[in-house]
């Protein structure tokens, strides 16, 4: 599957339904599979070679931990985006019934 532009200047990879799994959980994905195999390799490596595998295992540790802080900001920021549209609808909604009531001559409180 190409993401790229295509010709019309549109990612292919928006015109997929929305059915597939957000990008920060697939990525959660494969980090935790490239940190299984981090740690199979420092079970076969010795020597010089075994400490450069450990920096790559707390490399790997640090980009989780990272993006576990994005999910959980991206997470925190949907959530005050939902809560902020769903005070603006029933601000609006508040308001379209006043007028309503005040332009049928009742008390609108």
Do not use: C
């Amino acid at each position: 599957m190409e993401i790229g532009p295509t010709e019309s200047g549109v990612s292919r990879e928006r015109r997929i339904p929305a059915k597939r799994p957000p990008t920060i959980e697939l990525l959660m994905e494969q980090l935790f599979v490239v940190q299984r195999l981090g740690r199979w390799l420092s079970r076969e490596t010795h020597g010089d070679a075994y400490v450069r595998v450990r920096e790559l295992n707390e490399l790997i540790h640090q980009a989780q931990r990272q993006l576990r802080d994005i999910q959980k900001g991206t997470n925190e920021a949907n959530k005050r985006f939902v809560h902020e549209a769903a005070d603006q609808a029933l601000q609006q909604l508040t308001q379209r019934t006043n007028s309503g009531r005040a332009g049928r001559g009742q008390d609108p409180g």
